[in-house]
């Protein structure tokens, strides 16, 4: 079975320093992953997933298959960005599993 | 565009009520799932489908019941409501395994 690990229920950094949410995964097939963030009142949206290889806002994630993570980066954290974090891995069968969640406060 | 639409927003059941959550896409997806939020535990797989009268079950399935008559609906019964229940309720659809998932506003269930 599938499993999805965010280390971190609560992340808090200033404004301007880096920050990284861990996510570590369990699969014993090829994985597929993503991870969702839901500000404040707004709906879960896809922020990056990894096949695509994109930075959106300034985030990146890489897939180490070695380390079995995918951990969410990004240099210089902006207070807009606090919001609730989801690492999420996909499975053939159209399953997906989520990680429980990652709060990101960033500090003025 | 609509997205994923789910009614209603806030509900206050007793216990031993049973309800239905409804959920429609206009996207025409053929996976839809339904999710529980809880405080700590991050999203929970209750049901989904793969495909309109194709149905299976999640990580938490136990109290819940689902149906996908049509692709475009697939709604969420609850059959005989608990405060284990007390939760936020998503429903989500997506084109296919591996494709961005597009979730619905939430509802939240109380259960006295």
């Known amino acids: 079975a599938q499993r999805v690990t965010q280390p971190e229920k609560l992340l808090s950094v200033f404004k301007g320093a880096p920050v990284e949410l861990k996510c570590n995964y369990s699969y014993s097939g090829s994985p597929e992953l993503f991870w969702y963030v839901q500000y404040s009142r707004q709906r879960l949206q896809l922020l990056l997933r990894?096949?695509s290889r994109e930075s959106i806002k300034g985030f990146t994630a890489d897939l180490n298959k070695g380390e079995t993570s995918f951990h969410l980066k990004k240099p210089f954290a902006q207070e807009e960005d606090s919001a609730m974090y989801y690492c999420?891995?996909?499975?053939?069968?159209?399953?997906?599993?989520f990680g429980d969640g990652t709060t990101l406060t960033v500090k003025p | 565009n609509a997205g994923v639409t789910q009614t209603p927003k806030f509900q206050v059941l007793k216990t031993g009520q049973s309800m239905t959550l409804q959920c429609a896409q206009d996207?025409?997806?053929?996976?839809m799932s339904w999710y529980r939020q809880d405080p700590g535990m991050g999203l929970r797989l209750i049901h989904y489908?793969?495909?309109?009268?194709?149905?299976d079950q999640g990580e938490v399935p136990n109290g819940y019941n689902v149906s996908r008559s049509t692709t475009e609906d697939f709604p969420l019964r609850l059959l005989s409501a608990a405060p284990s229940q007390t939760s936020v309720y998503f429903c989500?659809?997506?084109?296919?395994?591996?494709?961005?998932?597009?979730f619905g506003e939430g509802s939240w269930l109380t259960v006295v």
């Open positions: 989500a659809s997506r084109e296919m395994p591996g494709n961005t998932i597009y």
């Open positions: 990894h096949i």
């Open positions: 999420a891995l996909d499975t053939n069968a159209g399953k997906s599993t």
């Open positions: 996207m025409n997806h053929e996976y």
């Open positions: 489908s793969v495909g309109a009268g194709i149905t």
